[in-house]
């Protein structure tokens, strides 16, 4: 079993549709909720995190963890084309050591 | 702020050759660490430095791979000999270095790779 499964996609949404993206771990010892992003034939750029359980918004994105369901969410409002990318999600036990899923690919069709 | 840097971009071999990457991370950082990315999944860390010396290459091949980090600034990845599931993008990422985890690592534009 991998530590980290990531549905791959790819997901296909019209402009201005609520896009979730969702992963689940197995690793208990995860503590910090990494969400990155990557354009194509770049790395990949850090979104933002959630450290432990809960919620953390940030303008049109939401990042979810349930540490009792070794959940993982990320949520997009009112999605743009300039968000299709690859979404990563990579949760880390707290010495900077990320463990990626296998990225969804998301396209915002206009 | 210069971001990391990586080279080659692109780089074609043939199966038993070897070759080498290089990256620069952005100035005063003092992690520094090497992904690889297979096509279709996401990146695997092969091997993290702090400064000069190895914090984790538990996932690094090391009949085939190996990597140095001089004076704790550049850093150079080797395959030798190169085999054809090493064709991948090669990441190279840093971060400044705090003993705190949840630290944004930034990553370089990577080297693809293709072995023959």
């Known amino acids: 079993q991998k530590e980290v499964e990531q549905d791959p996609g790819p997901l296909s949404v019209p402009e201005g549709a609520i896009v979730s993206l969702n992963c689940t771990y197995s690793?208990?010892?995860?503590?910090?909720f990494m969400w990155y992003r990557q354009y194509s034939r770049k790395g990949p750029e850090l979104l933002m995190y959630t450290y432990s359980s809960g919620n953390k918004e940030d303008g049109r994105f939401t990042a979810q963890v349930d540490k009792s369901s070794k959940y993982i969410s990320l949520f997009i409002r009112d999605s743009q084309p300039s968000d299709s990318a690859t979404y990563l999600c990579a949760p880390e036990t707290g010495a900077n050591n990320l463990f990626f899923g296998t990225g969804t690919r998301l396209t915002v069709i206009p | 702020e210069a971001g990391v840097a990586q080279s080659p971009r692109y780089k074609i071999i043939e199966k038993r050759q070897s070759v080498a990457f290089w990256c620069n991370p952005i100035?005063?950082?003092?992690?520094l660490y090497w992904y690889q990315q297979i096509l279709g999944q996401g990146p695997k860390l092969l091997i993290q430095f702090q400064n000069n010396g190895v914090v984790d290459d538990s996932q690094l091949p090391k009949d085939r791979f190996s990597a140095e980090r001089l004076k704790g600034v550049d850093s150079t990845l080797k395959i030798q000999p190169a085999k054809l599931e090493d064709s991948a993008v090669y990441l190279c990422a840093s971060s400044p270095g705090s003993t705190r985890g949840g630290e944004t690592q930034y990553f370089g534009p990577g080297t693809r790779l293709l072995v023959l």
């Open positions: 690793n208990s010892a995860f503590q910090y």
């Open positions: 100035s005063g950082h003092a992690t």
